[in-house]
């Protein structure tokens, strides 16, 4: 499903990645295990997109995306759940799930409902507090919403930093 081949990434003069190469079976849980600074957020960054590369490739369903832009990646099925949750603090829960559709291919109100119904299942919480500002959630209520709004694009790949 994913492979990557000697990835190097730089932040200015900071060698952030050094000849990455690492294989992920399609169905398969992947664990990056490294001491702080050791490249873990800077891989799954690299994945999205969002950190560009000097050297190396990405390889995505059998395709090269080492070039493709981010927000064709979430097209492609790629979701990532950031480190620190970053939910939409004024946004309820409810709608916190909605934003996650947008990258969704064929999404409508059906979809919508089905999936949100899915992460209620997932998460009974978030279903409790559906009405509830995302700021106003705990901290692991809020993880939850951040992993369900992930889940709400039916990602192929789905990358957890720092869960």
């Known amino acids: 499903m994913l492979k990557i081949e ?49 050297s190396g490739k990405i390889i995505y369903e059998g395709n090269d995306i ?6 064709d990646r979430v097209k492609m099925g790629i979701a990532m759940v950031p480190e620190g949750r970053r939910v939409f603090t004024n946004l ?9 559709t947008f990258g969704h291919r064929k999404v409508n109100k059906q979809i919508i409902a089905r999936l949100t119904e899915e992460q209620f299942t997932m998460f009974p919480r978030l279903k ?9 959630l705990s ?4 993880q939850m919403l951040a992993i369900a709004r992930g889940l709400m694009m039916e990602p192929r790949l789905v990358m957890l930093d720092e869960p």
């Open 6 to 54: 000697n990835l190097e990434v730089f932040y200015g003069g900071v060698h952030a990645l050094k000849n990455l190469s690492i294989e992920v079976p399609e169905g398969s849980a992947v664990t990056l295990i490294g001491a702080n600074g050791a490249g873990k957020s800077s891989t799954l960054r690299s994945i999205c997109g969002l950190v560009k590369q000097k």
């Open 66 to 71: 080492t070039h493709v832009e981010p927000h």
């Open 92 to 100: 309820t829960v409810m709608e916190n799930l909605v934003a996650g």
């Open 128 to 136: 409790e507090r559906y009405k509830q500002p995302g700021g106003s």
């Open 139 to 142: 901290g692991g209520e809020q």
